[in-house]
């Protein structure tokens, strides 16, 4: 029996440390002061509106094992080999050994303020893809005095797909997201108009594409092919938004009562200091696997293995099939 | 010179602006807002740009020791603003600017519609920058924003390809016979005189506030594209919220507004207005811009580009004429300052010195909110005491 650290109690660490613990003691490790709380920030998940407080207490009670050990509130900041084992140090000092370690320290959102031109932060009525998901979650969805909004506007690939952000990459759930959320927004309030401006629309899994179209012929969602240039609030505190339709060839100016963005994901803090750490820091700070084909679980340094989105945006669908994987592998080392 | 009219251009758009007026007035039903709403606000926050982040980008601005270069335009539209300028650095501030008279254009206006050759503008670029180099200065001062912008994007281009700094070189001694060096720092004056403002509130004998309320005299700041849109990394607080007017306005006691065109051009885009018969896109500008600011009640605007500047104070004019509009309630159009002028006149000078009475928008209403005192018996007084003859008045905005 070996003794295998798991850092990060998201999907990810959850889904490994419950395989591995039918045969090893497990020490799973997580900053906040609770597992899953980007699941729990959720409403409904795509693609077919499960409950994410439902996933996420069907997780919980996969923790309940004799075999797993959680430390919450335990901020993970160093990993080092030693000659047989890895030791782990937390934020205020403490030290742990384990034979085996687990990078599944996921995703962090994209900060909206860095895009100054689409005003999140400046302005009242610009929120993120998060910030609404709450709002449905709490079950009202307001613009920035209070009210039910008369439009809402989504923007797709904010920090994602990005030059001037240095964000290159697709961060693959956003596209599903904003039509998730519009749907959403169209049963909650449905006398509200929806719009989602996007470059292109990538409905890559199974039931996106259905979503999609549902989206438009069922709640009259408006899908604009084109990128937001500017936002700004208006003297009655709406937003005012400048854009180009591309599939028209002009240019937009229009006011909406909120404006969604929505936020790519990007490396998280401990799995940009944990991968740099560890020497294993890949592509935009997220941790490097040593094949993406076979070998995606695997790491350069020998006793430490990545699962979830530590390596690159995943759906939590995709987060948990990667669990399972890294599980696999590594009860296939120690054997 | 008939300073309160535009003799010529403002009558000869009207034609060519007529079909852009009728769209304007068609939207204007759609774009209503509902008063009563909009009054239960009680102005909420005209100071949204408190929430600032984007100030903490500030560039390298040298200290003293600068070479200063004139525009080719700025001493005709608001002749005071560039006297003023030295005047601060070397009376109030006692520092060390060179104003030289060998200096000419840097073909801005020229190089941006096409008309010079790129190979023309980097030679004539280092020519001015051998000027500075000869007089064993290194830090740069273009007056105009246009400028400005040539000079960045040329110290860009040397930077990311040295082949064109050796062809720059060569030309200009094949042309003239003169070397030079590159500056070590490039600054708009907007940047010194951000740089020194708190310094400069020490000596103001005025603040932007309206003595009869006693609240902050609400200012609309208008950036020059060419400022930092070019190359954020040369403006103070990058691209989206350029902070190099708003930090003045904050710190002489006024109130910045922020309202949705705030970034849009002011309508003095190379290309709207060379060519006679696109102006009706420099006045549509102007006005999409007034348009958004009017709600705001602000008490003057001011901007750091000479273009911006004339185009915002001499379209009031064409508008007014047009479609008997003005922006402010006593229609007399919202006043439009130069920074130098805005923080001359909080230092004392004569407004009639630094050449107000020469904008299309008369400035005498933000004087008395200012309480600045001034003689209106010299507004047209010329240097040799003789009183100049008066220009006309318009029929629509109040003089």
């Not at chain 1, 094992?65 to 080092?80: A, N």
């Not at chain 1, 000092?93 to 995703?107: F, K, P, R």
């Not at chain 1, 613009?143 to 697709?170: M, W």
């Not at chain 1, 470059?199 to 069922?218: C, P």
Request: glycine letters at 8%; aromatic letters at 10%; a neutral charge.
């Amino acid at each position: 029996m070996s003794k295998i650290a798991i850092i990060g109690a998201g999907p990810a660490g959850i889904e490994t440390a419950t395989v591995l613990a039918r045969q090893h003691d497990v020490l799973l490790f997580e900053k906040e002061n609770a597992p899953l709380c980007n699941i729990r920030n959720k409403a409904l998940l795509f693609p077919d509106f499960t409950s994410a407080d439902e996933l996420a207490n069907n997780m919980m009670r996969q923790l309940e094992h004799p075999r797993i050990t959680t430390y919450c509130d335990t901020d993970i900041t160093d990993l080092r080999k030693a000659q047989n084992s890895w030791q782990l140090t937390d934020a205020k000092g403490n030290q742990y050994e384990a034979d085996y370690v687990v990078l599944s320290t996921g995703y962090q959102i994209f900060d909206a303020h860095k895009k100054e031109e689409l005003g999140y932060g400046i302005y009242p009525g610009i929120i993120t893809s998060i910030d609404l998901e709450k709002m449905i979650k709490e079950g009202k969805i307001t613009n920035s005095i209070g009210d039910a909004p008369k439009s809402v506007t989504f923007l797709q690939c904010v920090g994602s797909r990005d030059e001037k952000s240095g964000n290159h990459y697709c961060s693959k759930v956003c596209c599903v997201t904003a039509v998730k959320q519009a749907i959403e927004v169209r049963k909650m309030l449905p006398n509200t108009t929806a719009y989602v401006f996007y470059m292109d629309l990538r409905m890559w899994g199974q039931g996106f594409e259905e979503m999609y179209r549902t989206a438009q012929e069922q709640y009259g969602v408006n899908f604009v092919r084109g990128r937001i240039s500017e936002a700004a609030a208006t003297y009655d505190q709406r937003v005012q938004l400048k854009a180009e339709d591309t599939l028209m060839g002009l240019p937009l100016n229009m006011t909406t009562d909120l404006l969604v963005l929505m936020v790519g994901m990007c490396a998280s803090e401990g799995t940009d200091r944990l991968a740099h750490a560890a020497g294993i820091a890949g592509k935009y700070n997220f941790a490097q696997s040593v094949s993406e084909h076979l070998k995606d679980n695997l790491t350069e340094q020998e006793g430490l293995f990545l699962a979830g989105s530590c390596k690159r945006p995943m759906s939590i669908q995709d987060t948990i099939q990667d669990a399972r994987a890294a599980a696999i592998t590594i009860l296939e080392q120690i054997a | 010179m008939v300073p309160h009219i535009i003799t010529t251009s403002g009558i000869l758009l009207i034609s060519s602006l007529l079909k852009t007026v009728c769209i304007f007035r068609e939207k204007k039903g759609v774009k209503t807002i509902n008063i009563s709403y909009v009054c239960s606000l009680s102005f909420l926050k005209l100071q949204i740009m408190g929430k600032r982040y984007w100030n903490d980008y500030q560039k390298a601005i040298a200290k003293d020791h600068f070479f200063y270069e004139r525009s080719c335009i700025r001493q005709t539209f608001f002749p005071g603003s560039e006297a003023a300028f030295l005047n601060i650095l070397r009376n109030d501030l006692g520092l060390d600017i060179y104003d030289s008279s060998h200096q000419h254009t840097c073909t801005g206006i020229g190089y941006h519609t096409d008309v010079v050759p790129f190979e023309t503008t980097m030679t004539i670029v280092a020519r001015l920058f051998s000027l500075m180099t000869e007089k064993g200065y290194e830090n740069y001062v273009p007056s105009c924003v246009t400028s400005f912008g040539i000079f960045t994007e040329m110290l860009e281009k040397w930077e990311e390809n040295p082949a064109l700094l050796e062809q720059a070189r060569e030309l200009l001694h094949k042309a003239t016979g003169r070397t030079f060096k590159l500056p070590k720092n490039i600054a708009h004056p907007s940047d010194i005189i951000f740089s020194y403002r708190n310094e400069l509130k020490e000596k103001m004998k005025y603040q932007l506030v309206n003595r009869f309320t006693g609240k902050p005299l609400r200012v609309v700041e208008h950036i020059g594209c060419h400022y930092a849109k070019i190359f954020p990394k040369h403006g103070v607080g990058n691209a989206e919220f350029p902070y190099v007017l708003a930090g003045m306005i904050e710190a002489w006691g006024g109130e910045v507004v922020d309202y949705p065109e705030r970034r849009h051009c002011c309508g003095f885009g190379f290309r709207q207005y060379l060519v006679q018969e696109n102006r009706g896109y420099s006045v549509a500008n102007s006005r999409k811009k007034f348009e958004s600011m009017e709600p705001y009640e602000p008490d003057f605007i001011v901007a750091n580009c000479p273009g911006c500047a004339m185009f915002l104070d001499k379209w009031q004019y064409t508008i007014a004429e047009m479609e008997h509009k003005t922006y402010d309630k006593e229609g007399y159009g919202i006043p439009v300052l130069t920074y130098e002028e805005m923080a001359g006149l909080l230092l004392g000078y004569d407004p009639w010195v630094l050449g107000l009475q020469l904008h299309q928008v008369q400035c005498e209403s933000l004087l008395n909110k200012i309480g600045i005192q001034y003689n209106p018996n010299e507004k047209y007084k010329g240097y040799d005491g003789k009183i100049l003859p008066l220009p006309g008045k318009p029929s629509v905005l109040k003089v």
